[in-house]
């Protein structure tokens, strides 16, 4: 299972901090993916992080429109991954999904199709 939480409401130039929570599987296996959906447009990635597995671990991606105010984290001894989100604007409001898959490796990270296992969403909201 996965749990996402976190969300609310804040004003530009504001920080959030979304949780993954992870329960029921190795954790550590998984590559995490957060993506977001706005009303009225299409669900896009926002970024994802490498299962830690020494030959597959160590990659964070980030979509364009959140690099240098979004950072990506995991930590495995909690079994949660984290999306800290800073100078936020208010094109950053959606509906924010994490999402689960052990065999996503470094080629598909980005991909949406490729994770099997979705955690329901945390609404993010900001205002201007």
């Known amino acids: 299972q996965l749990q996402a939480s976190g969300g609310g409401l804040v004003q530009a130039g504001g920080s959030l901090r979304l949780s993954c929570a992870a329960s029921?599987?190795?954790?550590?296996?998984?590559?995490i993916g957060w993506f977001r959906q706005a009303p009225g447009k299409e669900r896009e990635g926002v970024s994802c992080?490498?299962?830690?597995?020494?030959?597959?671990?160590?990659?964070?991606l980030y979509a364009d429109s959140v690099k240098g105010r979004f950072t990506i984290s995991r930590d495995n001894a909690k079994n949660t991954v984290y999306l800290q989100m800073n100078n936020m604007r208010p094109e950053d409001t959606a509906v924010y999904y994490c999402?689960?898959?052990?065999?996503?490796?470094?080629?598909?990270?980005?991909?949406?199709?490729?994770?099997?296992?979705w955690g329901q969403g945390t609404q993010v909201t900001v205002s201007s």
């Open positions: 999402a689960a898959d052990p065999s996503v490796i470094t080629s598909n990270l980005a991909s949406q199709t490729a994770y099997r296992y």
């Open positions: 992080i490498s299962a830690t597995d020494g030959a597959r671990g160590g990659m964070r």
């Open positions: 029921g599987f190795t954790f550590d296996d998984y590559a």
